[in-house]
C-alpha cells in the first residue's frame, strides 16, 4: 500500500508539472516614476532607417522617467490569499523568475501552478522599465559584467581565478547544482545596471505595493534591501517575506516594523569558501 501512495504521489506531481497553465487573466502595467525636464541640448536631424528622410529630434522637453514594468499572471485556481511579487537582484531583470536557463520551469510558472496570483517586475533602469537620460536624470555610468564576472561573484566558480573561456578549465564549486553547460545562456540575462538609482527604485517598488498589496514578496540578492525598506514603510500591506540571498538590508533603526512579517531567508551553499560572501 504504502508502494502504492507513493507511486500515486509521484504521478500526481509530475501531471501538476506538465498541466497546462490556466489563467483568469494576465497583463502588464508600468507604476510610479516622474516626469522631469531637460534643457540645454542640441536639436539634430536623425535617420531612423537606412535610406529614410531625415526627421529633426530635439532633446529639450518633458521625460517621464524612472516608471517600472510589472507582468502579471491570475491563475484560474486562485488559491494564494494574497498576490506574490518576485523582485530580481543587480544586473538582472524579471526573466530570473521565468524559464531557467537550462530551460525547465521557472518559480514563476512553479507558483501560477500552484494558484499564486503573480506579479513579476522588471525594476527601474532594468528590462522594459528603459532607461533615462544620462547623466541628466541617471547619475554616474553604468555597470556591464563580463562573463567571468558572476561565474566567480555567484559561487559558480571557486571564487576569482576560476573562470576560463574553456569550460574544461573552469574551477567549479564543490557539489555544485547550477547547470553549468547552460552558463551561456544564464548570462545572456544580464543587463546593465546603475549603483545611483536606489531611491528611484524604492520609490516604484512601493507605488507597486500600493497598488497591488496586501501580497507576499519574494526578492533576491540587491532587491535585499528593496524589500526590507518597503516592508518597513508598508508593514500593514506585507504579509510576508521571502529573501533569497539579499545582499542588503532594510533600516536598522526601522527594525521593529517587521516583527509581525513571516520573514524566511534563504541562502546557497558554498559560502565560508567564498571571499565576499561572508563579508555581506
Not at 532607461?131 to 559558480?156: C, Q, S, Y
Amino acid at each position: 500500500m504504502r508502494t502504492i501512495l507513493v507511486i500515486g504521489t509521484v504521478a500526481l506531481i509530475a501531471a501538476c508539472a506538465q498541466a497546462p497553465i490556466a489563467l483568469r487573466d494576465m497583463g502588464s502595467f508600468h507604476v510610479g516614476g516622474r516626469d522631469v525636464e531637460i534643457s540645454g541640448k542640441p536639436v539634430r536631424e536623425v535617420v531612423f532607417t537606412p535610406g529614410g528622410v531625415p526627421a529633426k529630434v530635439d532633446l529639450n522637453g518633458t521625460y517621464s522617467v524612472e516608471a517600472m514594468y510589472v507582468q502579471y499572471f491570475l491563475p484560474a485556481n486562485r488559491r494564494g490569499a494574497v498576490p506574490l511579487l518576485m523582485w530580481h537582484g543587480g544586473g538582472l531583470t524579471g526573466v530570473t523568475y521565468e524559464t531557467t536557463p537550462d530551460g525547465r520551469e521557472g518559480w514563476l510558472n512553479y507558483f501560477v501552478k500552484q494558484g499564486w496570483d503573480t506579479y513579476n517586475s522588471d525594476a527601474v533602469e532594468r528590462g522594459r522599465a528603459g532607461w533615462a537620460m544620462t547623466p541628466d536624470t541617471f547619475k554616474g555610468e553604468p555597470v556591464f559584467l563580463a562573463k567571468a564576472n558572476p561565474f566567480e561573484r555567484f559561487r559558480i566558480g571557486q571564487s576569482l581565478g576560476s573562470w576560463s573561456p574553456d569550460p574544461a578549465q573552469r574551477k567549479l564549486m564543490p557539489n555544485l547544482q547550477f547547470p553549468v553547460e547552460a552558463y551561456d545562456n544564464f548570462v545572456k540575462q544580464s543587463v546593465p545596471r546603475w549603483t545611483t538609482t536606489d531611491d528611484a527604485i524604492i520609490r516604484a517598488y512601493t507605488a507597486l505595493v500600493d497598488k497591488v498589496c496586501p501580497c507576499v514578496i519574494l526578492f533576491h540578492s540587491q532587491a535585499g534591501q528593496f524589500g526590507f525598506k518597503v516592508a518597513q514603510a508598508r508593514p500593514d500591506k506585507v504579509k510576508a517575506l521571502v529573501a533569497v540571498e539579499p545582499a542588503g538590508v532594510g533600516d536598522a533603526k526601522r527594525a521593529a516594523a517587521l516583527k509581525d512579517i513571516p520573514t524566511l531567508v534563504v541562502f546557497g551553499d558554498n559560502i565560508a569558501l567564498d571571499s565576499r560572501w561572508p563579508q555581506i
